[in-house]
């Protein structure tokens, strides 16, 4: 067996339910930002796998089907030229879909697409307050 290499280790540590909780929310979406921005390595699968699928996101956040499938293309650091050769699109309408995401998620810049879209389920992760005694 071939050894894994360290950043993809650190991906599947991530969805591991028994290692993910002692990972600091930090480190995970630092982990996340990067495999994501890496050109020379397709790790979408392995970041698709901790991100929320279209259907929570259009539930969550109230985008449309359209609006949901832009935000996980912009998560995983993808230009607006790029998603939209992807897409079909043009740049102009990925641009737009972009703004409206960005207003509905209550955010300012799209790199903060992750991080907003991975809060909740990291946010469960996290060891809260220990159980009050009454």
Do not use: C, W
């Amino acid at each position: 067996m071939s050894p894994v290499p360290a950043r993809e280790a650190e991906l599947l540590a991530l969805q591991t339910p028994e290692v993910a909780p002692e990972i600091k929310l930090k480190q995970k979406l630092r982990v996340l930002r990067r495999a994501a921005r890496d050109p020379a390595r397709d790790e979408r699968p392995m970041i698709a796998a901790v991100l929320p699928t279209p259907e929570a996101l259009i539930r969550r956040y109230r985008l449309t089907p359209r609006q949901a499938e832009v935000a996980l293309e912009v998560a995983f650091g993808g230009r607006n030229r790029d998603v939209a050769t992807r897409m079909g699109l043009s740049v102009h309408t990925v641009r737009r879909h972009v703004e409206r995401i960005l207003k509905k998620l209550g955010i300012s810049s799209r790199g903060s697409i992750l991080s907003r879209m991975l809060a909740p389920a990291m946010m469960a992760l996290e060891p809260g307050p220990p159980p009050r005694r009454r």
